[in-house]
């Protein structure tokens, strides 16, 4: 079982081996306009606030509705609660390298080490310098104690046997990018945050944050036109960017204008480090799902742009197709760490 908590919903996903691949057994999800009066989670200075009795009651409010039946998850950890850095080291024996990743990590992370927990994988043993010996470029993730142990509470008021944590980022590539070949651009747009992440043959080279995020879209449309955001919300949700209302459209192109020549700079400065160049783009996370934005940014960009299909490759009812491929973006996360349990078997 998967489970991604996000700002404005919490998802879940059973899935089972069926033969040599993934069955999708059962999958729910709550709002939080449905349960309680505010978000199930809120960014301040880069942590995460939970109620812990709120998540664990509206997880409880799916598995009875979905008729759930699993107690072993995977939980996804929003990225802007843990620390993404990425560093390098000389050449080194593979036994010397995690003492030097500790050593090097006080640096580089902005709490002490006593009240983090570390996790790492090397994305290139053979990083070129120019003029200089090869490097190892290394990825660093940090995941403060706080938000595991809030984690931890909450899987114990659900009567959930808690597996794992993982950052959302790579629950993304493992439901996204299966093949693992080629160079692909994910983008998560979700509430809070946009997030756009290089893939490398199936490893992160990169990432980066931006605050044009679904939220802002909907604030934006709703001082525009100077209207209550829940209003705005409605409007954006059902004209989208190209749509015969112009108005919504006009209102919130420049805002995805920005973020689209922020990509593009992105990844042409990784063409100009790496010699490589992103073949495509793929977008996830709830705000991949307004009206035309795929459309409208396939425009914009150099390369093919897509949404993301996390049900892709996983054996489900035929009469489910429509509906899971409309769901699919807001659903990759919660997919992505479900499936980290077969990799455990």
């Not at 990225?79 to 593979?94: G, H, I, Y």
């Not at 747009?189 to 992440?197: D, V």
């Not at 080279?205 to 036109?225: P, W």
Request: hydrophobic share 40%.
């Amino acid at each position: 079982m998967g489970v991604d908590i996000g700002t404005s919903a919490i998802k879940v996903v059973e899935l089972s081996r069926e033969g040599k691949g993934v069955k999708l057994e059962n999958y729910g999800e709550i709002s939080s306009q449905i349960l309680l009066e505010r978000p199930f989670r809120k960014v301040e200075r880069n942590s995460i606030l939970l109620s812990d009795q709120d998540i664990a009651r509206a997880i409880n409010a799916i598995f009875n509705k979905a008729k759930i039946h699993t107690r072993e998850a995977f939980f996804s950890i929003p990225d802007f609660s843990s620390f993404f850095t990425f560093m390098e080291l000389p050449p080194m024996a593979q036994e010397e390298i995690n003492s030097a990743v500790q050593f090097e990590a006080r640096r580089h992370i902005p709490l002490p080490l006593s009240e983090v927990t570390l996790d790492w994988i090397i994305i290139n043993g053979n990083q070129k310098q120019a003029g200089g010996p090869p490097k190892l470029k290394i990825l660093l993730v940090a995941v403060p104690h706080e938000v595991i142990n809030q984690y931890q509470n909450i899987a114990n008021l659900s009567q959930i046997r808690l597996a794992s944590l993982e950052a959302e980022v790579f629950g993304l590539v493992r439901s996204l990018v299966k093949d693992k070949k080629g160079i692909v651009g994910l983008v998560d747009m979700g509430a809070q945050s946009t997030t756009f992440s290089i893939v490398d043959q199936g490893l992160i080279n990169a990432t980066h944050s931006f605050d044009i995020s679904g939220n802002e879209l909907t604030k934006v449309l709703s001082n525009s036109l100077d209207i209550g955001y829940n209003e705005a919300e409605v409007l954006k949700k059902k004209h989208g960017i190209a749509s015969p209302d112009k108005s919504v459209g006009g209102i919130i192109s420049p805002l995805l204008d920005l973020l689209a020549r922020d990509i593009e700079k992105i990844s042409q400065h990784f063409y100009q480090v790496e010699g490589k160049k992103i073949e495509r783009i793929i977008f996830a996370g709830g705000g991949a799902l307004l009206p035309g934005l795929i459309q409208y940014l396939s425009g914009l960009f150099q390369r093919p742009v897509s949404i993301a299909n996390p049900f892709e490759g996983i054996i489900y009812p035929k009469v489910l197709e429509e509906n899971l491929k409309t769901m699919g973006p807001s659903y990759a996360v919660a997919i992505g760490v479900a499936l980290r349990g077969f990799e455990k078997k």
